[in-house]
């Protein structure tokens, strides 16, 4: 039998010529000779956004002063960005709302599940859930008494689902491992035990398609940062099932989310539907720049984005095997593509100082606790000889044990 052709740069380099995403890299601003794996940690400029962020700097809020909250629509800038985004996540618009961080809206979010199912004593999740997640449930839990956090694994999570259980909130895509829960069958599963269902889709919102309408989901929040574009520290969202708009109350009752902001009532009176979910005032230059950011993403349809997702990642694993087996990598995603969100990690356990070393060649990927090395591949912008040109660098880096070296030993605050 002939042997298969080792697959070379300029196999990747044909991919992309036939890749129909691959005009919207030009929509980021990129820099040179960087192979940039962690657009799932804090995705690249928009290239839209350099001139947004000047518009509102500079006219909006420059010129207009405050006469910009009415002139430039910048009191509606949430409702609005909330709007764009709601497609990505199989919702309607009334039912997402743009704010905060997203570690603040799970509290506002767990705490609403909480008093929906007051009578029930648990707040479920899995050990391994990103840990803002479990320390928000954990702080609120002491807040109100008389609540528990309860960790299972992930393979437990169905048999916790008991008469206690208020509310099961889990990441949809696991930030370590890139494993994806099912969300529709899990959802069900919580259901079926009347307990409600709050998703962290940090790592799935413009990477993995949604339907959280299609599945019934009850709740769910995620990053404006990661693979909607939206920059460093961009707002959060947030959703609320329409089934529930009756009856959610949030716990963070400030004068964004009332009824009539500018009547200013001595008394609360939530606004109508997930508005409520506003707390205090909106932070415009943040938002607009994450208004370019989700554009940029939906203009491509999380559909084709998904496709090449998977094709990135496909690639990846199998060149990582071809060309560098031998050194100690063990995939830590799931092989299956359907069970895997948009990133790919491996355990190693020297996994800081290669990742640091791999950075030092330009090849930016990050690492997790305890040994992982994670690599994003957002579909948006990479093309399938950054994947080639990422294996080769870690060949490189593996071959040469250039990883020794002390500098890529040192941690800086953040890794
Ligand atoms: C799964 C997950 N949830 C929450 C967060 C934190 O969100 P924020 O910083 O907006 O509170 C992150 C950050 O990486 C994350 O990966």
Redesign the pocket.
């Known amino acids: 039998m002939p042997t298969p052709e080792r697959f070379g740069r300029p196999d990747a380099e044909s991919l992309d010529r036939q890749d129909d995403l691959a005009p919207l890299r030009d929509a980021f601003i990129l820099p040179e000779g960087i192979v940039y794996l962690d657009g799932n940690?804090l995705g690249p400029l928009p290239r839209r956004a350099v001139e947004r962020l000047r518009t509102v700097a500079e006219n909006e809020w420059g010129r207009g002063l405050i006469r910009s909250w009415n002139d430039h629509g910048w009191i509606d800038l949430p409702r609005r960005v909330a709007a764009a985004l709601a497609p990505l996540l199989g919702a309607s618009a009334d039912e997402v709302a743009v704010a905060d961080?997203?570690?603040?809206n799970?509290f506002k979010l767990l705490a609403g599940a909480t008093r929906l199912r007051s009578g029930r004593r648990a707040i479920l999740s899995e050990r391994d859930n990103?840990p803002?997640?479990l320390y928000v449930a954990e702080g609120l839990a002491g807040t109100l008494g008389g609540i528990e956090l309860r960790l299972v694994e992930r393979d437990e999570i169905p048999d916790a689902l008991d008469e206690t259980v208020a509310v099961l909130t889990l990441?949809h895509v696991d930030?370590r491992t890139g494993a994806l829960h099912d969300m529709e069958t899990l959802t069900a599963a919580a259901h079926e035990a009347r307990a409600l269902v709050l998703w962290?889709l940090?790592?799935s919102a413009g990477a993995v398609p949604l339907a959280l309408d299609a599945w019934g989901v009850d709740l769910a929040?995620?990053?404006g940062?990661?693979y909607l574009n939206g920059g460093p520290g961009a707002p959060?969202f947030a959703f609320v099932g329409r089934h529930l708009h009756q009856t959610f109350e949030t716990p963070l009752q400030g004068w964004m989310g009332h009824a009539a902001p500018f009547a200013f009532e001595s008394r609360y009176r939530p606004a109508s539907g997930v508005d409520r979910l506003l707390c205090g005032t909106p932070p415009i230059l943040s938002l607009a720049a994450l208004e370019c950011g989700i554009e940029t993403v939906a203009r491509a349809g999380i559909d084709s984005l998904r496709r090449k997702s998977v094709a990135l990642t496909e690639l990846f694993i199998r060149l990582v095997e071809e060309e560098c087996g031998g050194h100690e990598l063990h995939l830590a995603s799931p092989a299956a593509a359907a069970r895997r969100g948009s990133q790919v990690s491996y355990h190693h356990p020297e996994a800081f100082a290669i990742v640091q070393a791999l950075i030092a060649r330009g090849v930016i990927g990050d690492f997790r606790e305890p040994d992982i090395l994670r690599f994003g591949f957002a579909p948006a912008y990479l093309r399938f000889v950054d994947a080639w040109d990422a294996v080769t660098a870690l060949r490189a880096v593996l071959e040469s044990r250039e990883w020794e070296r002390p500098e890529f030993r040192l941690r800086a605050k953040v890794t």
Do not use: E, Q
């Open positions: 940690s961080s997203t570690s603040v799970l990103f803002t997640d990441t930030f962290d940090a790592h929040v995620g990053c940062y990661k959060a």
